[in-house]
């Protein structure tokens, strides 16, 4: 019943724009949703997301064959059941892709680790062996290093601050921003994720805050000509924290968003969009990723938020938002858990307890940040790690299907 809500009421909210795109959208809609009405199985209560994030950035679990898959026989036996490889990362795709290749020149991230093969595809067919789902993870979204081939390439399509400042800082790294709001730059982004969800049986795609862009940006030539002819030749505000200012452009990229899901749903109605984001408020404020507004239009079939956090306190307020609550009663809402970087220690006693207070208040599951920080990277010897990782998931149990009518567990 959701999604027929859902549908009549984006076709009356199209029909104020338009009675023949509002007539094509619910019949897309019907067409991508239709099996859904025959979907009455809700979800097992003792199903649990667990899940673990494979990145390229202080690990090197994706780049040679035997050890990715020496990785996912350790996860399976670890009772995991879903990863999140990253493909779209420091500029480069890390599959071969001919998208990728038109545009920036070559089809696969320069690291010798991943010449001459398939990553994600070895990824996929080693997980699903073991039972594991694999949903990639489209990391970077609209952001690339300063210096990458794609900023290079394509100086037009990046965005800049008032001042005509480009540069974004992630710790010690230089970042741009593609504008999101350029169609060139919009099918760029549309058409890698269409190929990696038309090329490969993945069980998903996700997306996270970079699916959005820093609030400071958005005064490249294109957006204030794109502002102004909406605003009757008015100027974007001076202040980039401006509620309008901010709601204009993040209306844009929900926009966007929607684009997007359809794009992904028919190439492939099964494929789950995941959304991995950091709370509502800073989503928002800072990377104008309005998710609690995707979940609320159906453009979110996981959500997955990443509360990294060391004060309990904090970390369960953040679990009792409104937002989060309300987002429950729709989707499966699972919480990413924090358990280490490079630089940045964290016991595994808080990792217990953290997913301790999210089984206590019976979320869809937890999923970790990240791989290496399991039982690599750390202060406590690998094996206390893999112990209390035993005690956490001391049972298999099977993945959620996320799209079989979802239910909250009571």
């Not at 998208?99 to 067919?125: C, F, H, S, T, W």
């Not at 928002?284 to 956090?309: F, K, N, S, T």
Request: hydrophobic fraction near 40%; charge should be positive.
């Amino acid at each position: 019943m959701i999604q027929i809500f859902r549908g009549w009421w984006g076709f009356y909210r199209r029909y104020q724009r338009g009675w023949f795109a509002g007539l094509m959208a619910v019949t897309m809609a019907f067409v991508v949703w239709s099996p859904a009405f025959s979907r009455t199985p809700p979800v097992d209560v003792n199903t649990e997301l667990r899940g673990v994030w494979l990145t390229n950035v202080d690990s090197n679990v994706l780049f040679e064959t035997q050890r990715l898959d020496n990785a996912l026989e350790r996860l399976q036996d670890l009772h995991f059941n879903i990863v999140y490889p990253t493909v779209w990362n420091w500029g480069w795709t890390l599959y071969p892709s001919q998208i990728a290749k038109n545009v920036i020149g070559r089809e696969v991230d320069p690291e010798p680790g991943l010449q001459g093969r398939d990553m994600l595809q070895e990824a996929i067919a080693g997980g699903h062996k073991r039972g594991l789902k694999v949903i990639p993870w489209f990391e970077f979204g609209f952001m690339a290093p300063a210096d990458s081939e794609l900023a290079k390439r394509r100086p037009q399509w990046l965005t800049s601050r008032r001042d005509g400042t480009k540069i974004w800082k992630e710790g010690i790294h230089d970042r741009v921003w593609l504008n999101p709001f350029r169609p060139d730059v919009q099918k760029f982004i549309q058409d890698l994720i269409v190929e990696i969800v038309s090329k490969y049986d993945v069980d998903g795609i996700q997306f996270d805050d970079h699916f959005g862009l820093p609030a400071e940006l958005g005064y490249d030539p294109y957006t204030v000509r794109l502002y102004k002819l909406e605003h009757r030749g008015k100027e974007p505000p001076k202040n980039p924290q401006d509620q309008e200012w901010l709601r204009w452009r993040a209306n844009k990229i929900t926009q966007f968003m929607r684009q997007v899901f359809f794009a992904i749903k028919a190439a492939k109605k099964d494929c789950i969009v995941s959304v991995a984001p950091n709370p509502q408020r800073f989503s928002y404020d800072y990377y104008l990723a309005d998710w609690q507004r995707w979940e609320r239009m159906g453009l979110i079939e996981d959500l997955v938020l990443q509360i990294y956090r060391d004060d309990m306190k904090v970390f369960t307020s953040e679990l009792d938002r409104p937002e989060v609550k309300a987002a429950r009663k729709h989707i499966p809402v699972s919480i990413g858990i924090i358990t280490g970087l490079k630089a940045k220690f964290v016991p595994m006693e808080r990792v217990a307890q953290q997913v301790k207070e999210t089984r206590d208040r019976k979320f869809a599951g937890v999923s970790f940040f990240f791989y290496e920080t399991l039982w690599n990277l750390v202060q406590e010897p690998p094996q206390t790690r893999v112990s209390r990782l035993k005690n956490i998931f001391p049972t298999p149990t099977q993945y959620p299907n996320l799209l079989a009518g979802w239910k909250p567990r009571s």
